[in-house]
């Protein structure tokens, strides 16, 4: 390349006047595409240096939890415990014989824990089984029917029925997640809950854990997934069965720059 008339470099160095000249002597088109790729390799390291210090961040995140064995897992799962009814769980009531009145088939347990039956009143049911209920049910409706003197040609039958569970769910927290709750219907796993969640940018899949409620006085209950495992090779020791009050929690590391944002973040 021509030096604009300037003497040529000695040693390969390159003067700054020296170099802002042959910059500036050079034709619009090129100065353009010079000012670019240097935009764009500084961009580049940029985004290098925020990366590599997400990367350290993100090993100072610790592993919490240890794998369970004994936990019900993907082709392993179980049933859930019989199913307890709570506000606001929604019912449907099927009564006979139907010559007992206007009794309604659908109910919303109160935040009081009672069920409207119109006419024939109030029953608390909250904290029972179907079955429970459906027992203290057809005594109320005895009562009922032998205070407005009704003749029954048969016993009366009450079959209660979960119409909709509005009490159950299990929860995904953390930094690297939008946090939610989602409901329980008895055969979500980790990785059910991984993809129903809104996971960010920077979460830290590898460092997720399960946590699991438990009574006062009672040792933690925290068990580490191992992510890649599930994800890559099929393998389902940590796709741990997702019970009511489940917490996934899904680590984050640093939230990505505008570099990053643009151009990735690994």
């Not at 009145?101 to 347990?109: E, H, K, L, N």
């Not at 930094?175 to 990785?191: D, I, N, S, Y």
């Not at 006085?217 to 009511?244: K, L, S």
Request: with cysteine.
């Amino acid at each position: 390349m021509p030096w604009l008339g300037m003497m040529p470099p000695r040693n390969g160095y390159i003067p700054m006047e020296g170099m802002a000249a042959m910059i500036f002597g050079l034709p619009p088109s090129t100065r353009t595409l010079l000012r670019r790729n240097v935009l764009l390799g500084l961009m580049s390291l940029t985004s290098t240096g925020c990366v590599l210090r997400r990367r350290l961040a993100e090993r100072k995140v610790k592993q919490l939890g240890s794998v369970d064995p004994a936990q019900h897992r993907e082709m392993s799962l179980s049933a859930n415990a019989p199913y307890v009814i709570e506000p606001p769980d929604s019912l449907e009531v099927r009564i006979r014989p139907d010559t007992i009145g206007a009794i309604p088939s659908s109910v919303t347990v109160q935040a009081d824990g009672v069920i409207d039956l119109g006419f024939a009143g109030r029953v608390y049911v909250a904290g029972l089984q179907l079955d429970q209920a459906e027992s203290v049910v057809a005594q109320k409706l005895s009562l009922f029917a032998k205070k407005q003197k009704k003749t029954l040609d048969e016993p009366i039958e009450v079959n209660i029925r979960l119409d909709e569970s509005k009490s159950k769910y299990f929860y995904v927290l953390g930094k690297g997640v939008q946090q939610a709750r989602f409901a329980v219907t008895g055969r979500e796993t980790v990785l059910d809950a991984i993809m129903q969640s809104q996971v960010k940018s920077n979460a830290i899949l590898e460092k997720t854990y399960l946590v699991r409620p438990h009574p006062q006085g009672m040792p933690d209950q925290i068990m580490a997934v191992d992510w890649i495992a599930i994800r890559d090779r099929g393998e389902t020791m940590t796709n741990y069965q997702i019970f009511p009050g489940d917490r996934l929690v899904i680590p984050g590391g640093p939230d990505p720059g505008l570099v990053e944002t643009l151009f990735g973040s690994r």
